[in-house]
């Protein structure tokens, strides 16, 4: 790989069905199909640019050390990993939800200190902290939902987005912590060095954003 390369990383799963549309309206397009392949690192139709494909979590890693040049990455994951770490120049509207907190439909207010299931134990401890609320988080790494019915927790601070997961876990949204969409993170030496490469991409991407809300 040449250092004058424009990486790209993309976030797998369900985030990348709804990025891939927005970079090909854009103009950029990987060279083979990203679903049919074993492969991390793809060549894209723009010469010099290229697509890697990674765990949200890892995105604002690779950005932040400058591995990566460019990321996108969910606004939970960013907040999680701390917005100092990089440039956020453009929402892509995309993989829209809330971070939010929820507890047992009908729970009665916590007597003692609330226990809350997280993997968002940064954003849970700024939110209550900013609340005056003193918890105690219990990190967990998924299926946060089944905390709270097995006595694990009281409340779980977790991503919602249609509430079918907390509903058929017998749980109910509370307070919204923050409204989350996919974002177009920069790494904060490659904006100077690559920029014109980077404003390019950035102006197109806008561009592409703006036709989908239109
Ligand atoms: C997320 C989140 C909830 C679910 C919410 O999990 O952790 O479990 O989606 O969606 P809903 O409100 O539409 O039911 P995801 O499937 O992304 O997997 P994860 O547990 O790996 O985060």
């Given at each position: 790989m040449s250092s004058s390369d424009l990486i790209i990383a993309?976030?797998?799963?369900?985030?990348?069905?709804?990025?891939?549309?927005?970079f090909?309206?854009a103009g950029i397009e990987p060279v083979?199909?990203?679903?049919?392949?074993?492969?991390?690192l793809f060549e894209s139709n723009v010469p010099g640019v290229k697509l890697m494909?990674?765990?949200?979590?890892?995105?604002?890693?690779?950005?932040?050390?400058?591995?990566a040049d460019m990321?996108?990455?969910?606004?939970?994951?960013?907040?999680?990993?701390?917005?100092?770490?990089?440039?956020?120049?453009?929402?892509?509207?995309?993989?829209?939800?809330?971070?939010?907190?929820?507890?047992?439909?009908?729970?009665?207010?916590?007597?003692?200190?609330?226990?809350?299931?997280?993997?968002?134990?940064?954003?849970?401890?700024?939110?209550?902290?900013?609340?005056?609320?003193?918890?105690?988080?219990?990190?967990?790494?998924?299926?946060?939902?089944?905390?709270?019915?097995?006595?694990?927790?009281?409340?779980?601070?977790?991503?919602?987005?249609?509430?079918?997961?907390?509903?058929?876990?017998?749980?109910?949204?509370?307070?919204?912590?923050?409204?989350?969409?996919?974002?177009?993170?920069?790494n904060?030496?490659a904006?100077?060095m690559k920029y014109e490469r980077i404003n390019d991409i950035?102006?197109r991407?806008?561009?592409?954003?703006?036709?989908?809300?239109?």
């Amino acid at each position: 790989m040449s250092s004058s390369d424009l990486i790209i990383a993309l976030t797998k799963g369900r985030i990348l069905d709804e990025t891939l549309p927005l970079f090909a309206a854009a103009g950029i397009e990987p060279v083979e199909d990203i679903a049919k392949s074993r492969k991390l690192l793809f060549e894209s139709n723009v010469p010099g640019v290229k697509l890697m494909v990674m765990r949200g979590s890892d995105v604002p890693t690779y950005v932040e050390f400058g591995s990566a040049d460019m990321g996108v990455a969910g606004r939970d994951l960013i907040l999680e990993y701390g917005t100092e770490a990089f440039y956020e120049p453009l929402d892509l509207g995309i993989a829209k939800c809330r971070l939010m907190t929820a507890r047992p439909v009908g729970a009665p207010p916590p007597t003692e200190r609330l226990r809350v299931a997280t993997k968002f134990v940064n954003s849970a401890k700024r939110y209550f902290a900013e609340q005056g609320q003193q918890i105690e988080l219990i990190k967990l790494n998924g299926a946060l939902e089944l905390a709270p019915s097995m006595g694990l927790a009281d409340a779980i601070v977790d991503i919602v987005d249609t509430g079918n997961t907390l509903k058929a876990n017998g749980l109910e949204a509370q307070e919204v912590i923050a409204q989350i969409s996919s974002r177009i993170i920069v790494n904060k030496a490659a904006m100077k060095m690559k920029y014109e490469r980077i404003n390019d991409i950035l102006a197109r991407l806008r561009l592409a954003v703006e036709a989908k809300v239109s």
